[in-house]
């Protein structure tokens, strides 16, 4: 992406997810872009706003979520944004949950990746 487009990013809110056998609660947010990165920022800022879109339904986009573009898969990391193979997207999406996310996502993160 060179030329700002519109481009569609999915928000999987790991938050929302009360359980380990709770589907985590997704939408998606239309941003105007040039990048992928550029992208990710938007939907970020976006969904950290108070008339973000769901608002009422799920929390702000925070560290732990995933935001997926073109079917690339992208953790909200504390510094940014990390890719994801879809397979790790998978094993975040069915084990974490918002306590999780809540107490040393971190840790628990590098621990689940290297089962």
Do not use: C
């Amino acid at each position: 992406m060179t030329n700002k487009t519109n481009v569609n990013v999915t928000v999987i809110s790991i938050w929302s997810k009360r359980s380990a056998d709770a589907s985590p609660f997704s939408y998606s947010v239309e941003v105007n872009a040039s990048s992928a990165k550029h992208a990710l920022d938007l939907a970020f800022t976006a969904t950290n706003m108070d008339d973000r879109p769901f608002g009422k339904q799920v929390p702000s986009t925070s560290v732990g979520d995933i935001l997926v573009i073109d079917g690339q898969h992208y953790l909200v990391d504390p510094d940014g944004f990390s890719e994801l193979t879809l397979e790790q997207s998978q094993f975040i999406q069915k084990r974490l949950t918002s306590r999780d996310t809540g107490f040393g996502f971190d840790a628990i993160f590098v621990d689940m990746l290297n089962q």
